[in-house]
């Protein structure tokens, strides 16, 4: 009597096991694979396990293809993002409720092609005497990356190029609030790669991310490496995890503007960066402070361009309706149904009515103010009169927190600007432009949403998620 059960198991361990070992068991060349393997499920699961399982898999899968599949699957992703850039932006604008329309296109449309992939790869030589030292940067495994809900696809995005070209697998633990649209892109980047190199899972994620799926990926030993893009609390938990981790955390830009500046150039610029999005970005501009002597001309251009300005019982109202209550521990935050909303609807709240196209409200304060010290992430820029530079860059530090995230200076004294860039000490460090000139947006540079700043590794490349190992010949294979 044949037991069908055993059969079909034993079938499938087999066909399961070629795979694994790079053989499609259709008979077709790997990479125009056109039948699903049994056990994937595209990279969406129910189980972290499960997850983490199929990454593995896929990472065994790609080291056997070499470095010429990663370049593949790479491409994908920026292929897909470019013509996916409308459909996927309206749906994560859906599911969070935040930031532009226009923008999250943006974001999948022209910031995805220029996260730097296999070509950003480096390695080292040394010949001589003793022989033939290489040093080569090589896989981890699968990576453990948590992802957040104000770029949830253009994170994933990044994090997978970035990740995929260092010869990895990723699992994603999304944000809770922008998981659909993050599963449903990460199933169509699996599908295209799947249909190119024949491997279904390099990236992998759970339908319905928590705290628990977050924990599993932490303790899992097949997640070799964490990568976090978020706020504090997420950045502390992967810290205390024992596993290496690679954190993107919280900013609070601060903006300089000194009497030398271009001070039209300085309202416009702070706009681009601290509007974009609904000031959803991380190294967007939070709080300006301006040299007395120009603080009445910088208003004047801001009331020039689609910008609102509020006085400062109206400022004072913005952190009454739109913050959390504050007791003086920590830093002040926004309530989460303000963050990344329109300028019309933060002035309703206050009871003001505002053209429904305005991109900023700004208005005077203290520098004590909670929009100054929170990291605010609305579209509500405050200015701080400050008697001098000098003053300008103590106040800049004070309100940045030490983040060493992001900060901006408009001004033309070479001097000021080396004092500054050498004092704030932040990752990010931009001159006479925009916040996002620092993301290679408008400024030289290449870009990526994760911007390591209290681990130090900066704007991640594929090197930031590769080991460095090497690999010594002794006394032979040496050129002279
Ligand atoms: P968030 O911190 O609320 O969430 C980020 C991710 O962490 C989500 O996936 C969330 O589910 C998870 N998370 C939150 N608390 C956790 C905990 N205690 N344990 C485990 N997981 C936890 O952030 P958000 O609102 O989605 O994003 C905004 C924040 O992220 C801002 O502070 C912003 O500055 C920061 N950010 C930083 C970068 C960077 O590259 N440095 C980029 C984007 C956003």
Known sequence: MIDKNLVSSVVAEVLQKLRENGVNPTGMPTGACSAVPAQTQFGVYEKMEDAIDAAQRSYKMLCKQGV??????????????????????????????????????????????????????????????AGLTVIDNTPWGVIGAITPSTHSVPTLSGNAINMIAAGNAVVFNTHPGACRIAAHAIRAYNEAIYKEIGIPDLLACVKKPTLESFDAMCKSPLVRLLCVTGGGAVVKAAMNSGKRAICGGPGNPPVIVDETADLAKAARDILAGAAFDNNLLCCGEKEVFVVESVADQLLAEFDKLKCVRLTREQMDAVVRECFLPYDGKGYPHPKKEFVGKD???????????????????????????????????????????????????????QAEHGFRHTSVMHSKNVDRLTEMAQRCDTTLFVKNGPSTAGLGLGGEGFLSFTIATPTGEGVTTPMTFTRSRRCVMVEALNLY
């Not at 300028?343 to 929009?371: C, N, R, Y």
Request: net charge neutral.
């Open 68 to 129: 010429a599949a990663r370049r593949k699957a790479v491409a994908c992703i920026r292929r897909l993002a470019v013509e996916n850039a409308e459909p996927w932006g309206k749906m994560e604008f859906e599911e969070t409720k935040i930031g532009k329309l226009a923008h999250k296109i943006e974001k999948l449309r022209s910031c995805i092609p220029v996260v730097p992939g296999v070509e950003y790869l480096d390695r080292t030589a040394f010949s001589g005497d």
């Open 343 to 397: 300028a019309a609807v933060i002035a309703k709240a206050i009871g003001l009515s505002v053209p429904a196209d305005t991109e900023m409200l700004f208005g005077e304060t203290d520098a004590d103010h909670q929009l100054v010290q929170g990291e605010q992430m609305m579209p509500v820029m405050p200015i701080v009169r400050v008697p001098c530079w000098k003053a300008a860059i103590k106040a800049a530090l």
